[in-house]
């Protein structure tokens, strides 16, 4: 599972997987126009669901780029 952002105009993939009883995300920029090379960004978060992990990676990935968080 994938969830796609751009900040800053950089391009990541926040890549989530199972673990254990909760999920494990990870951070991947895009580092070529056609998006198919990635390098690891060296963020890594869990959390019991999904979401929970790929929010948490998120939040890292804004706080290490200082993107203000979006409040809806």
Sequence with gaps: MARYV????????IV?????????A???ELTDPQGQKTEEVGIDA???????ADNAAQR???RMMRVPERRT
């Design 60 to 62: 890292k990935l804004q």
């Design 16 to 24: 989530s997987e199972p673990e254990g009883q909760g999920w494990c």
């Design 26 to 28: 990870r951070v991947l």
């Design 46 to 52: 869990t959390g019991d669901t999904r979401e929970a």
């Design 6 to 13: 751009v900040l800053g105009g950089r391009r990541f993939w």
